[in-house]
C-alpha cells in the first residue's frame, strides 16, 4: 500500500512522527510526501529516499518560465474542483497578483505535483486540513488521478476527527451505522451540552508528548530570507514574514486589538453588554473569523460575509430581524468600515461578542450560518437552522438556496419546523460518533497531544481502519 503525506506547515513535525511510527512498526506502508514549503525539507529526506519527497520550489521557477505565453492547462477532472475555485479559496497572497499570474502560477503547481504523483502512483493521499492554493488544487489532482484522498476533518464540538473523501467534510461511505456504545456516548454528551457544560469525547492526552526544537528567531529569519531569495521568490500564500512576524507577538497584538475594539468599533454595535435586550422576533446569524479555511474551504463565495447577510435581508419575514453577532475570535481583527456598513442595513441588529451566543441560539426563530458550529448546536437546542455553505452535520440542518427562492425557504424553516425529539437527536449524534476516531491533526505548536505517542498510534491504527471500511464497503456494493 502506497501512502503520501501533504506536509503543510507545523503539520510536517506530526507526519514525521507517524512515518517514523509506521517505519517502526513494520506497517509495510510504502510513503512518499508532498512538501508545499522548505521548512521540514531535511527530516524528510532523512526518512525517504530523494525521489519519494515532492519538495514545490525545487523546480518551480523554470517551470514557470516553461509556461509563459502558454495557455495554462490543467486537465482537472468534472467530479473535482477546476483550478478558478482553488484559487477563490485563497487566504491573503494570490489574490494580490494579476489574474493571469495567479492561472499561470496554478499551471505551475500543477504540473510539478502531476509529475511527482504519476511517477510515485500512491494509492492514498493524506491531507490535514487544507488552508492553502496548493494544496487544494493537489487535492483535484489527486482526483482526476484516481488517487483516494484521506482528508481529516476535526469535529469541532465532538472533539476527536473522521476521514473524508473530499475537502468539503463529506461524510464517508460506510458513515449510517451506530451501535449502543455510541448511542450512550451521544446520550451523554447531549446531556452536558443541554447543561451548558459540553464535554468532549475521548481524545489522546499531551502525556509523553515529543518536544518540537526551534532555533533563534533571528536564526530562522535569515533562513527565511535565504530560501525566499534561492527557492521561493514566487510563493504567494499567508505564510508569509508579516504572519510569522504577527505570531511572535502574538500577546501584545491582542492587548492592542482589544484596546482598538473598544475605543473605536463598539460604539457601533446596537447591544453591547451580556444582558442587552434582544428582538421579540429575530434570525440569528453568528458571524465567522475569516480568512479561515472553515469558510475559505468549504465556501468561498460567502468568506465576504455581507453577501450571506444581504442574502438574510432578503427574505426575513416583515415583522423579524437580523441579530448578527461578532465572532469573540474577530475583536479588533476586522476594519471599522465593515461595522459602518452594516449599522447602515436597515433590519439588522449588530450584537457584540459580549453578547451570549446560547441565549441568542435558544431565542431565536431560526438561527443561520455559512458552515459554522451553530449548525450542529442548534440541531442539539431543538432549534431550525439554515446553513449556506456545506459541512459533515449540514444534512441536520436546512440548505442554503439563492436569492429568488430565501424567502420561501427562511418562511417554510420557521413555520414547518419540527423539531427532533430527544431519540433523533441521540441517534443522529451516535452516526457521528460511529465514524469519528478519537485523533488529532492541527499544529502541534499549539495543540501538544497532537505529536504524544498516544495520538500517533492512534493515528496510525485509524487510517488502517478507515481504509479498511472502505474496503468493506466497496465489497458489499459488489456483492450486491
Same mark, same amino acid.
Given at each position: 500500500?502506497?501512502?503520501?503525506?501533504?506536509?503543510?506547515?507545523?503539520?510536517?513535525?506530526?507526519?514525521?512522527?507517524?512515518?517514523?511510527?509506521?517505519?517502526?512498526?513494520?506497517?509495510?506502508?510504502?510513503?512518499?510526501?508532498?512538501?508545499?514549503?522548505?521548512?521540514?525539507?531535511?527530516?524528510?529526506?532523512?526518512?525517504?529516499?530523494?525521489?519519494?519527497? @515532492? *519538495?514545490?520550489? =525545487?523546480?518551480?521557477?523554470?517551470?514557470? %518560465?516553461?509556461? /509563459?505565453?502558454?495557455?495554462?492547462? &490543467?486537465?482537472?477532472?468534472?467530479?473535482?474542483?477546476?483550478?478558478?475555485?482553488?484559487?477563490?479559496?485563497?487566504?491573503?497572497?494570490?489574490?494580490?497578483?494579476?489574474?493571469?499570474?495567479?492561472?499561470?502560477?496554478?499551471?505551475?503547481?500543477?504540473?510539478?505535483?502531476?509529475?511527482?504523483?504519476?511517477?510515485?502512483?500512491?494509492?492514498?493521499?493524506?491531507?490535514?486540513?487544507?488552508?492553502?492554493?496548493?494544496?487544494?488544487?493537489?487535492?483535484?489532482?489527486?482526483?482526476?488521478?484516481?488517487?483516494?484522498?484521506?482528508?481529516?476533518?476535526?469535529?469541532?464540538?465532538?472533539?476527536?476527527?473522521?476521514?473524508?473523501?473530499?475537502?468539503?467534510?463529506?461524510?464517508? @461511505? *460506510?458513515?449510517? =451505522?451506530?451501535?449502543?456504545?455510541?448511542? %450512550?456516548?451521544? /446520550?451523554?454528551?447531549?446531556?452536558? &451540552?443541554?447543561?451548558?457544560?459540553?464535554?468532549?469525547?475521548?481524545?489522546?492526552?499531551?502525556?509523553?508528548?515529543?518536544?518540537?526544537?526551534?532555533?533563534?528567531?533571528?536564526?530562522?529569519?535569515?533562513?527565511?530570507?535565504?530560501?525566499?531569495?534561492?527557492?521561493?521568490?514566487?510563493?504567494?500564500?499567508?505564510?508569509?514574514?508579516?504572519?510569522?512576524?504577527?505570531?511572535?507577538?502574538?500577546?501584545?497584538?491582542?492587548?492592542?486589538?482589544?484596546?482598538?475594539?473598544?475605543?473605536?468599533?463598539?460604539?457601533?454595535?446596537?447591544?453591547?453588554?451580556?444582558?442587552?435586550?434582544?428582538?421579540?422576533?429575530?434570525?440569528?446569524?453568528?458571524?465567522?473569523?475569516?480568512?479561515?479555511?472553515?469558510?475559505?474551504?468549504?465556501?468561498?463565495?460567502?468568506?465576504?460575509?455581507?453577501?450571506?447577510?444581504?442574502?438574510?435581508?432578503?427574505?426575513?419575514?416583515?415583522?423579524?430581524?437580523?441579530?448578527?453577532?461578532?465572532?469573540?475570535?474577530?475583536?479588533?481583527?476586522?476594519?471599522?468600515?465593515?461595522?459602518?456598513?452594516?449599522?447602515?442595513?436597515?433590519?439588522?441588529?449588530?450584537?457584540?461578542?459580549?453578547?451570549?451566543?446560547?441565549?441568542?441560539?435558544?431565542?431565536?426563530?431560526?438561527?443561520?450560518?455559512?458552515?459554522?458550529?451553530?449548525?450542529?448546536?442548534?440541531?442539539?437546542?431543538?432549534?431550525?437552522?439554515?446553513?449556506?455553505?456545506?459541512?459533515?452535520?449540514?444534512?441536520?440542518?436546512?440548505?442554503?438556496?439563492?436569492?429568488?427562492?430565501?424567502?420561501?425557504?427562511?418562511?417554510?424553516?420557521?413555520?414547518?419546523?419540527?423539531?427532533?425529539?430527544?431519540?433523533?437527536?441521540?441517534?443522529?449524534?451516535?452516526?457521528?460518533?460511529?465514524?469519528?476516531?478519537?485523533?488529532?491533526?492541527?499544529?502541534?505548536?499549539?495543540?501538544?497531544?497532537?505529536?504524544?505517542?498516544?495520538?500517533?498510534?492512534?493515528?496510525?491504527?485509524?487510517?488502517?481502519?478507515?481504509?479498511?471500511?472502505?474496503?468493506?464497503?466497496?465489497?458489499?456494493?459488489?456483492?450486491?
Amino acid at each position: 500500500m502506497k501512502i503520501c503525506v501533504y506536509a503543510f506547515a507545523t503539520t510536517a513535525h506530526f507526519f514525521t512522527r507517524l512515518i517514523e511510527e509506521s517505519q517502526a512498526c513494520g506497517h509495510g506502508i510504502d510513503w512518499s510526501a508532498v512538501l508545499p514549503r522548505w521548512h521540514h525539507r531535511e527530516a524528510f529526506e532523512q526518512l525517504l529516499s530523494p525521489e519519494k519527497v @515532492a *519538495y514545490l520550489y =525545487d523546480r518551480f521557477d523554470s517551470v514557470h %518560465e516553461r509556461l /509563459a505565453g502558454a495557455e495554462p492547462a &490543467f486537465g482537472l477532472a468534472a467530479d473535482a474542483d477546476n483550478e478558478l475555485i482553488c484559487m477563490l479559496k485563497d487566504k491573503a497572497g494570490y489574490r494580490l497578483l494579476d489574474g493571469d499570474e495567479q492561472l499561470r502560477r496554478a499551471a505551475t503547481i500543477v504540473a510539478i505535483y502531476r509529475e511527482f504523483l504519476e511517477r510515485e502512483r500512491p494509492d492514498y493521499m493524506l491531507f490535514p486540513d487544507l488552508e492553502v492554493v496548493d494544496g487544494f488544487l493537489l487535492y483535484s489532482l489527486c482526483k482526476s488521478l484516481g488517487i483516494v484522498p484521506i482528508y481529516y476533518v476535526g469535529m469541532r464540538t465532538l472533539g476527536g476527527g473522521f476521514f473524508s473523501a473530499d475537502c468539503y467534510e463529506q461524510l464517508p @461511505a *460506510y458513515f449510517g =451505522d451506530h451501535d449502543a456504545q455510541d448511542l %450512550e456516548k451521544a /446520550a451523554r454528551f447531549l446531556k452536558s &451540552f443541554l447543561e451548558g457544560k459540553p464535554e468532549a469525547l475521548d481524545e489522546p492526552q499531551a502525556a509523553g508528548s515529543l518536544s518540537i526544537q526551534t532555533a533563534p528567531l533571528w536564526r530562522r529569519a535569515l533562513k527565511a530570507l535565504f530560501m525566499h531569495i534561492r527557492y521561493e521568490r514566487k510563493y504567494a500564500g499567508e505564510d508569509n514574514f508579516l504572519l510569522r512576524l504577527k505570531a511572535n507577538f502574538s500577546t501584545r497584538i491582542a492587548h492592542f486589538r482589544a484596546w482598538r475594539f473598544r475605543t473605536f468599533q463598539l460604539r457601533w454595535f446596537h447591544l453591547r453588554d451580556e444582558d442587552a435586550a434582544l428582538p421579540k422576533k429575530y434570525v440569528f446569524y453568528a458571524l465567522q473569523y475569516t480568512p479561515e479555511s472553515s469558510i475559505n474551504g468549504l465556501e468561498p463565495y460567502y468568506v465576504d460575509q455581507t453577501r450571506s447577510i444581504d442574502l438574510l435581508l432578503s427574505g426575513l419575514p416583515s415583522d423579524h430581524r437580523l441579530v448578527v453577532k461578532e465572532h469573540p475570535a474577530c475583536i479588533g481583527v476586522r476594519p471599522t468600515a465593515f461595522y459602518r456598513e452594516l449599522r447602515r442595513k436597515p433590519g439588522l441588529i449588530l450584537a457584540a461578542p459580549a453578547i451570549p451566543a446560547r441565549r441568542c441560539l435558544e431565542g431565536a426563530a431560526l438561527v443561520a450560518s455559512v458552515t459554522g458550529t451553530v449548525g450542529l448546536e442548534s440541531f442539539m437546542l431543538g432549534r431550525p437552522c439554515l446553513l449556506l455553505g456545506r459541512n459533515f452535520f449540514s444534512h441536520l440542518c436546512g440548505e442554503g438556496e439563492g436569492p429568488g427562492s430565501i424567502r420561501a425557504v427562511i418562511q417554510s424553516l420557521i413555520g414547518r419546523f419540527q423539531k427532533p425529539d430527544p431519540d433523533r437527536q441521540r441517534i443522529e449524534l451516535a452516526r457521528l460518533i460511529h465514524i469519528r476516531y478519537p485523533i488529532l491533526l492541527s499544529d502541534p505548536l499549539v495543540t501538544p497531544a497532537v505529536i504524544s505517542p498516544a495520538n500517533i498510534k492512534a493515528f496510525l491504527d485509524a487510517v488502517s481502519d478507515h481504509i479498511r471500511r472502505l474496503g468493506s464497503v466497496g465489497s458489499n456494493r459488489d456483492a450486491d
